[in-house]
C-alpha cells in the first residue's frame, strides 16, 4: 500500500533495496533512455565547428575572458550562505557574504513593498517609504556591494570631471531574491560620501557571463545606431496616454528617419515586421515580466501580447538596443527563484544592449530619462552612438539622484542590461 501519510504531506523515503512494482520500473527505463538520447545529441551538437562548449558552464579561462572589459560579479544565493565570484582581469576571487537567502527574500519583499507606495498616498506613508528605500540601498552596500567592489579594486569614487568614456564598468549578475533588488543603486545616499556603486562605477546586468559573450558577439552598430523604431501605446490609467506621447517625442527630437507605430496600428504582426530593419527601438506600453515563466513574459499591443519568444523567433539582424522605460512589470507575492525582467527577456531575445526600469517608474522622470538620454548617445546627422549606453544611463541616473536626493524609488530604478 506504500509508504503511510505522516499528516504534513509528506511520505518516507523509498529504500534502495525495496521492490520496485511493474510501473515504476518502466517509467525508470523511459527516464534512462531519455537521459540516454539527451546525452547523445549533446555529443552530436559537440561535435560540430563552433558548438565544442555548447550547454557547458564557462570555463575559467573563457570568464577571464569576458571580464576584460571590467569586473563581473556572480552572485550565489542559498539558504545557508551566499557567495560573489569577482571576476576581473587580474583572476577569479571568492568574496563570502553574510547574508542568506531567507534574509534576502524577506528584505526583498520589503523593498517592493516600498517602491509600490504611490504619489498619491499621504506623504507621512511615502516618507517612510522612501526611508525604508534608503536603509536597504545602504544595507544592500554594506552586506554586499563594498565587499565586492573593495575586491574588485573600485574602492575610489570617479574622480569630478572624469570624462564618460574613462569612468569605470561592472556586469552583476545576480539570483534568487537578490535579483529583485538594485545592487547599482546600493549605498549610503544620504550621506553624500562616496560610499556608492553609483559613484564608483558604471553598472551593467546580465543573466549569465554566457549571456554576456552571445551580447558581445553581435555585430557593432553601423549606420549611426539606426533604423529607428517606436512602438507606443497608452501606459497611462484609465487608457490615457501616460507618458509613451512625450517619450517617443524625445526620440523623434533626437534621430533622423524615426518611424513610429501607435495606436490600433501597433498590432503584433505590424511590430514583428518592423522588428526586422530596425536597431534602436524604443518600446512605450505596458509589459509584464512573467517570473513564474520568463518565455512568457510580453509588451500589450493593439491585438494581444507580444512576447519574448515571438522576438527571440525572428532574425534581427539590425538589432543593437531595445528602451522599455514606460514598460510597467506585474509582480507576485511569492518572490521566485530568479527574477526576470523584460530588460533582461530582451536581452535574451537578441538585443546586445537593453535600457529599461525594475520597477514602475514615475512617468516625468521616465520622460527625462528617455530625453537625456538620447541626447547623450546623439551623434552629428541625426544618429545615435549606442556603444557607450551604460555609461550614458550611469551618467543620467546621478543626475537624477542630484535632481531628487530625498525620493530615491524616482532615480533607481533605470538599469542598463548587456554588453
Same mark, same amino acid.
Given at each position: 500500500?506504500?509508504?503511510?501519510?505522516?499528516?504534513?504531506?509528506?511520505?518516507?523515503?523509498h529504500?534502495?533495496?525495496?521492490?520496485?512494482?511493474?510501473?515504476?520500473?518502466?517509467?525508470? @527505463?523511459?527516464?534512462?533512455?531519455?537521459?540516454?538520447?539527451?546525452?547523445?545529441?549533446?555529443?552530436?551538437?559537440?561535435?560540430?565547428?563552433?558548438?565544442?562548449?555548447?550547454? +557547458?558552464?564557462?570555463?575559467?579561462?573563457? #570568464?577571464?575572458r569576458?571580464?576584460? $572589459?571590467g569586473?563581473?560579479? %556572480?552572485?550565489?544565493?542559498?539558504?545557508? @550562505?551566499?557567495?560573489? %565570484?569577482?571576476? *576581473?582581469?587580474?583572476?577569479?576571487?571568492?568574496v563570502?557574504?553574510?547574508?542568506?537567502?531567507?534574509?534576502?527574500a524577506?528584505?526583498?519583499?520589503?523593498?517592493l513593498?516600498?517602491?509600490?507606495?504611490?504619489a498619491? /498616498?499621504?506623504?507621512?506613508r511615502?516618507? $517612510?517609504?522612501?526611508?525604508?528605500?534608503?536603509?536597504? %540601498?545602504e544595507?544592500?552596500?554594506?552586506?554586499?556591494?563594498?565587499?565586492?567592489?573593495?575586491?574588485?579594486?573600485?574602492t575610489?569614487?570617479?574622480?569630478e570631471?572624469t570624462?564618460?568614456?574613462?569612468?569605470?564598468?561592472?556586469?552583476?549578475?545576480? *539570483?534568487?531574491?537578490?535579483?529583485?533588488?538594485?545592487?547599482?543603486?546600493?549605498?549610503?545616499?544620504?550621506?553624500?560620501?562616496?560610499?556608492?556603486?553609483?559613484d564608483?562605477?558604471?553598472? =551593467?546586468?546580465?543573466?549569465?557571463?554566457?549571456?554576456?559573450?552571445?551580447? !558581445?558577439q553581435?555585430?557593432?552598430?553601423?549606420?549611426?545606431?539606426?533604423?529607428?523604431?517606436?512602438?507606443? !501605446?497608452?501606459?497611462?490609467?484609465g487608457g490615457?496616454?501616460?507618458? *509613451?506621447?512625450?517619450?517617443?517625442?524625445?526620440?523623434?527630437?533626437?534621430?533622423?528617419?524615426?518611424?513610429?507605430?501607435?495606436?490600433e496600428?501597433a498590432?503584433?504582426?505590424?511590430?514583428?515586421? /518592423?522588428?526586422? *530593419?530596425a536597431?534602436?527601438v524604443?518600446f512605450?506600453?505596458?509589459?509584464?515580466?512573467?517570473?513564474? &515563466?520568463?518565455?512568457?513574459?510580453?509588451?500589450?499591443?493593439?491585438?494581444?501580447?507580444?512576447?519574448?519568444? &515571438?522576438?527571440? !523567433?525572428?532574425?534581427?539582424?539590425?538589432?543593437? +538596443?531595445a528602451?522599455l522605460?514606460?514598460?510597467h512589470?506585474?509582480?507576485?507575492?511569492?518572490?521566485?527563484?530568479?527574477a526576470i525582467?523584460?530588460? =533582461?527577456?530582451?536581452?535574451?531575445?537578441?538585443?546586445?544592449?537593453?535600457?529599461?526600469?525594475?520597477? /514602475?517608474?514615475?512617468?516625468?522622470?521616465?520622460?527625462? #530619462?528617455a530625453?537625456?538620454?538620447?541626447?547623450?548617445?546623439?551623434?552629428?546627422?541625426?544618429?545615435?552612438?549606442?556603444?557607450d549606453?551604460?555609461?550614458?544611463?550611469?551618467?543620467?541616473?546621478?543626475e537624477?539622484?542630484a535632481r531628487?536626493p530625498? =525620493?530615491?524609488?524616482v532615480?533607481?530604478?533605470?538599469?542598463?542590461?548587456? @554588453?
Amino acid at each position: 500500500a506504500g509508504a503511510p501519510d505522516t499528516g504534513l504531506g509528506a511520505r518516507r523515503p523509498h529504500r534502495a533495496d525495496a521492490p520496485v512494482g511493474p510501473g515504476e520500473a518502466a517509467r525508470i @527505463r523511459e527516464q534512462h533512455a531519455a537521459a540516454e538520447d539527451w546525452q547523445r545529441l549533446l555529443t552530436r551538437i559537440r561535435g560540430f565547428d563552433g558548438f565544442t562548449h555548447f550547454l +557547458l558552464p564557462p570555463s575559467a579561462e573563457q #570568464m577571464l575572458r569576458e571580464a576584460k $572589459e571590467g569586473p563581473v560579479v %556572480l552572485l550565489n544565493v542559498d539558504p545557508l @550562505r551566499s557567495d560573489a %565570484l569577482v571576476v *576581473s582581469a587580474e583572476g577569479i576571487e571568492l568574496v563570502p557574504l553574510g547574508v542568506t537567502e531567507g534574509q534576502l527574500a524577506h528584505t526583498a519583499r520589503r523593498f517592493l513593498a516600498a517602491v509600490s507606495v504611490g504619489a498619491d /498616498e499621504p506623504r507621512a506613508r511615502r516618507k $517612510e517609504a522612501s526611508a525604508t528605500v534608503f536603509d536597504i %540601498l545602504e544595507w544592500l552596500w554594506d552586506a554586499i556591494a563594498e565587499p565586492v567592489l573593495e575586491t574588485a579594486g573600485l574602492t575610489c569614487p570617479i574622480p569630478e570631471g572624469t570624462p564618460r568614456g574613462a569612468v569605470p564598468r561592472l556586469w552583476w549578475s545576480a *539570483s534568487g531574491p537578490l535579483a529583485h533588488l538594485p545592487l547599482h543603486a546600493a549605498g549610503h545616499h544620504r550621506a553624500a560620501d562616496g560610499r556608492s556603486v553609483l559613484d564608483r562605477v558604471a553598472s =551593467s546586468y546580465t543573466p549569465s557571463i554566457r549571456a554576456l559573450r552571445h551580447a !558581445r558577439q553581435a555585430p557593432a552598430a553601423r549606420g549611426g545606431g539606426g533604423p529607428f523604431l517606436a512602438v507606443r !501605446r497608452p501606459t497611462g490609467t484609465g487608457g490615457r496616454d501616460g507618458a *509613451s506621447v512625450a517619450e517617443v517625442e524625445a526620440m523623434a527630437r533626437t534621430v533622423a528617419g524615426l518611424r513610429t507605430v501607435e495606436g490600433e496600428d501597433a498590432t503584433v504582426g505590424r511590430v514583428l515586421a /518592423e522588428l526586422s *530593419s530596425a536597431a534602436t527601438v524604443h518600446f512605450a506600453c505596458h509589459g509584464l515580466s512573467d517570473a513564474e &515563466d520568463p518565455s512568457r513574459s510580453h509588451l500589450e499591443l493593439a491585438d494581444g501580447r507580444l512576447g519574448v519568444l &515571438d522576438v527571440a !523567433r525572428r532574425h534581427l539582424p539590425h538589432a543593437q +538596443l531595445a528602451v522599455l522605460l514606460a514598460c510597467h512589470t506585474a509582480r507576485t507575492d511569492r518572490l521566485p527563484d530568479e527574477a526576470i525582467h523584460l530588460t =533582461s527577456a530582451f536581452l535574451t531575445a537578441g538585443y546586445p544592449q537593453v535600457v529599461g526600469a525594475l520597477w /514602475e517608474a514615475t512617468d516625468l522622470v521616465s520622460v527625462r #530619462m528617455a530625453d537625456h538620454l538620447y541626447r547623450a548617445l546623439r551623434t552629428y546627422g541625426g544618429g545615435l552612438d549606442v556603444t557607450d549606453t551604460a555609461r550614458a544611463v550611469h551618467g543620467i541616473v546621478r543626475e537624477l539622484r542630484a535632481r531628487h536626493p530625498a =525620493s530615491p524609488q524616482v532615480w533607481a530604478p533605470y538599469v542598463h542590461t548587456g @554588453r
